[in-house]
């Protein structure tokens, strides 16, 4: 088993594919040694991998991807060594869900606006219990025909400033790191090369920020050299994750970025100070 890590991965809990079996048997084939998976707004997946993991000796992580906003933009910021059961967390997750089911039938009607008929139980049914998003509308607009691709469905209708576009329920970055930090958790921010917003880091870690994700698959060489010199002069985590969805045409392959294993070790020493 090599000693490299991906801290960033999603299941068919939420907008993955894979379900969490899989993607522990995927870390199996990829030689990797830690894994976490990171489902946006549930641990199921989690839950669901942890006897697997312990099986085959791969650390799983307790982590997860929550929504945010800055400036109006989207911030996504990851959790570590969660607490999965915490009431108020618990409580917050469950509302959460329940938004973006809301969210999934004011799309649909917002696509049916645009005589492209998805019905929104045909989505819901079939991902169950997971944690719903953009991303199921926009596969069952693929299977229906509706558009060619996923970024085709995201371009033209449901992505930011496009005619089918709801807004996400979202609360401010410093609400996230509070509900982060209160169940015991390291808050990360994670892809900021995406949002192209760099100037609010410092801010983020006035506001309890511990970490950033410099190693992403949408991060070029040049990016990752910036997010590293950020991090030292900010006294930032440094990690990274592939954000594996499972997706044919995505980029975001599994196993394919080296993220060393000593990144988790120095993050697994900070956290064990604060417990």
Known sequence: MGDFIDLHIHTNKSDGIFSPIDIVNQAKETNL?????TDHDTLDGYYDALDIAE???IELIPGIELSCEAQEKDIHILGYFIDGKNEEFVKYLEDMRAHRKMRI???TEKLSNLSIDISPESILD???NASPGRLHVARKMVEKGKVKSIYEAFAKYIGENSPAYVKKKKISVKECIRLIHNIGGIAVLAHPGTYRKDHLIS???ELGLDGI???HPEHQFSDIRKYQEISKNLNLFVTGGSDFHGLPEDKR???RMKIPYN???ILRKSFLKTI
């Not at 040694?33 to 998976?37: D, E, H, N, Q, T």
């Open 263 to 265: 990144l988790l070790e």
């Open 253 to 255: 392959e599994f196993g």
């Open 105 to 107: 039938y004011k799309i």
């Open 126 to 128: 079939e991902i169950k």
């Open 213 to 215: 994700e410099v190693y």
């Open 55 to 57: 099986k085959y000796k």
């Open 203 to 205: 801010e983020f870690k």
């Open 33 to 37: 040694k830690a894994i976490s998976i």
